[in-house]
């Protein structure tokens, strides 16, 4: 095993949010559309889950609201069953886990103070996995691959929307902001702006930080501008965190024939000076 192997430190933890659309715990930060349930527990609204690996750094919290494990083992003692859920850390869930689970055995919190251990890791005394499959998969010997014909997008761009925007995360924010959307990585990407090239903020008028109006087919939305040298002509970038500018009011109805996953990444639009 290569010693000067980087792998990402882990151990177990705990709290995970719900995300957009289902019922979620009061605390948490949510997406717009995802209702609220009265009667449900308060969690404590760190993005973690008990017993489940972490990375380091993950947010604590202080009393207030109890975590996730807390909330199910007390359900479970209502219900008759505290034999079964009689945990008092998140440690000893995650030892009762490596029980069920062979192939992560032999990870523990003890071990993993001195560093990362990748699955399968079956013993004590195993040093984790670097490559998960090597030689060959749980398939067989090659992995299938299927080539899908090529259908060009509907939206394309024009002379009323001459601009193509690409919507994606950024690092500060997990994907709709839904667990870090009250963190200090506010501070960090505080709101969506629309990224843009110099040549085309020459040509617009544009100024770093200024106020503008993008329009597409289906909506339009006010934002600041960015000019990034990182951009190529014709093209614009914008996260999707901020519910208060709402960028996905921009997006097409459009959909992949075999998933259904939306069109996020291919939007004709206009930018306007305000």
């Known amino acids: 095993m290569n010693s000067e192997r980087r792998v ?26 995802a209702p609220r349930t009265d009667g449900v527990p308060r969690t404590d609204g760190a993005p973690r889950t008990d017993g489940a690996p972490r990375t380091d750094g993950a947010p604590r919290t202080d009393g207030g609201p109890r ?9 479970a003692r209502a219900m ?108 960090l990407h505080f709101a969506d702006h629309v990224a843009i090239c110099p040549a085309d903020a020459a040509r617009l008028g544009l100024s770093d930080g200024g106020r503008v109006r993008v329009a597409s087919r289906y909506g339009a939305i006010e934002t600041q501008v960015r000019i990034d040298e990182a951009m190529k002509e014709g093209e614009l970038f914008s996260t999707f965190h901020d519910p208060s500018i709402f960028v996905n009011r921009l997006t097409s109805p459009y959909r992949d024939r075999f998933v259904k996953a939306p069109e996020y990444k291919v939007t004709a639009v206009r930018v306007e000076r305000l």
């Open 8 to 33: 990402q430190r882990i151990r177990p933890v705990g709290c995970a949010p719900r995300t957009g659309g289902a019922p979620r715990t009061d605390g948490v930060p949510r997406t717009d559309g």
């Open 67 to 75: 975590t996730d494990a807390d909330i199910i083992c007390a359900v």
């Open 80 to 187: 008759g069953r505290s034999e079964s859920f009689s945990f008092s850390s998140a440690e000893e869930i995650w030892d009762e886990i490596r029980t069920v689970w062979p192939q992560a055995n032999g990870i523990t919190y003890e071990r993993l103070e001195s560093g990362g251990l990748q699955w399968p890791c079956p013993t004590l005394d195993h040093l984790g996995t670097d490559i998960l499959h090597v030689d060959s998969f749980p398939m067989g010997k090659q992995a299938g691959l299927r080539r899908v014909e090529y259908i060009p997008t509907k939206e394309t761009v024009d002379a009323d929307y001459p601009f193509l925007l690409v919507t994606g995360r950024t690092l500060h924010h997990f994907n709709a902001g839904t667990m870090t959307g009250r963190t200090e990585s506010g501070q």
